[in-house]
């Protein structure tokens, strides 16, 4: 099974960027779709970004044009660039494997990780 490991969060002033981490371990990384999810305070946890084994995106509407998601197969590794931040995008940030079918949401099949915090001050 996949093992996921989430870094770079941090405090950051409204406009500003971070680039997050997720380390995966196990021999499948380059076969899978990966995901970020969010989770605000008091709020459900929803699909950010998703990315394909073949580098298809796709975002939330309130992200678009805002984060990038990309991965590094070799690396074993997914991002999540995100720039322009604004307080609303505060949130404890996670990664997962996902299964990405024409006719559901993707799908998260992973175990969740411990996360990584953002916060966007005002």
């Known amino acids: 099974q996949v093992q996921l490991v989430e870094s770079g969060g941090g405090l950051v002033q409204a406009g500003g960027s971070l680039r997050l981490s997720c380390a995966a371990s196990?021999?499948?990384?380059?076969?899978?779709?990966m995901g970020w999810y969010r989770q605000a305070p008091g709020k459900q946890r929803e699909l950010v970004a998703t990315i394909s084994s073949g580098g298809n995106t796709n975002y939330a509407d309130s992200v678009k044009g805002r984060f990038t998601i990309s991965r590094d197969n070799g690396k074993k590794t997914v991002y999540l660039q995100m720039n322009s931040l604004k307080p609303e995008d505060t949130a404890v940030y996670y990664c997962?494997?996902?299964?990405?079918?024409?006719?559901?949401?993707?799908?998260?099949?992973?175990?969740w990780g411990k996360g990584t915090l953002v916060t966007v001050s005002s």
């Open positions: 997962n494997t996902v299964v990405i079918t024409s006719t559901t949401i993707p799908i998260p099949i992973g175990s």
């Open positions: 196990g021999s499948f990384f380059g076969v899978t779709a």
